[in-house]
């Protein structure tokens, strides 16, 4: 349990709070590239601020806030130009950086050399146009090992925005033993559990968190034979066998995934497309209606990403967690945000926090992908409880 105020500091994204302040330490996905392929501008709201990405006829790519310096229209409707882009409603021409190149209808040296845009950097990196926020120098989008490697191929996955805050999904990549129970009906599942109130949680004999340099290595054991590893990298990106889920703080109440597959080539063979661009995939909404918040919206439970929605977003917009009854086995969610405090105040005391790397040559961080890792775990004893208990045939949905 936390109080109030601890769980404002763990959960606030905006450039005013210290969690946010944290944030602005780390690269986000923002956009694919075929956003921009296919129009001129897109709306970005990303740590509590609302912006816009554009690529100029120079090809040059730029993030500036929202709302123009001028009066305020947003430049989401500009007019992107050689040069940069122009406010639809006046033509302030902006260049990538946020300076004012042009004041239409004169020229006013006094504004432009004084007024600013809020502008920051871009990068284009595995598909995707990332974003930073932070205070100069930016870092660099660490060489995660599923992003870097070339003996494979990637495809991306954009997951519907989910309406809550971001932690409510980072919790759950240090909660191991919701997913043999939420999990245990759905569609991918070959088997049923005796006991629906377990699932197949006696199929999993432990579970252990490690911190490591990159952040936390979440062991999920079934029985002497089999170790299920999901690294964590902080602070809010995790990887399951070969789908690396990087979930982006919008604002306090809404969160988008990208998902970045990563699939080893079967010969060991090496890649080496520039990556700008990646095969895209867009989730359909997961609730009904899609916009609307619990009470007001029903969840789509059929599939893995649509019950861990549903119960995220059921917790609440910003989960209180003033009123949580923690166990023992949220162990792993109270080492992430005992890991978020002491960032918060490594941030505030001046230094760089967890996983942040400036050496544009640092070595690969490698969470130990390998095919063996991407493939499933063999039955355990609660799935194989259920032919021997009862001798019956699996029903339909359900053979093997
Ligand atoms: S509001 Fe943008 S130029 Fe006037
Ligand atoms: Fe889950």
Known sequence: MLTQEENELLTGVGPETPGGQLLRRYWFPVAVTQQLNDQSTAFVRLLGEDLVLFKDKSGRVGLLADHCSHR??????????????SCAYHGWLYDCEGNILETPPERNDAIMNSVKQTAYPVKQFIGMYWAYLGPA?????PHLDVWVRKDGKRHLFLHPTMDCNWMQAQENSLDPTHAPILHQDAVNRKYLPLDSTRGFIDDMTGFEFTETYYGIMKDEIFGPDYVEQHPIMFPNVLRVHAGTEIRVPVDDTHTRIF???????PDGALHDDDELELPVETGAPYKEPAGALHPFARMIMDKVPQQDQAMWETQGPRYDRST???AYSDRGVSMLRKMIFDNIVKVQEGGDPKAVFRDPDHPMIDTGLTHAATHRK???RATRTYEVATGKTMPAGFTR
């Open 137 to 141: 120098p930016a870092p660099e989008i």
């Open 259 to 265: 998902e970045v597959y990563f699939d080893l080539d």
């Open 324 to 326: 949580e009854h923690l």
């Open 72 to 85: 305020g229209a947003s430049l989401l409707y500009g007019r992107v130009e050689e040069r940069g882009i």
């Open 378 to 380: 063999p039955l355990g």
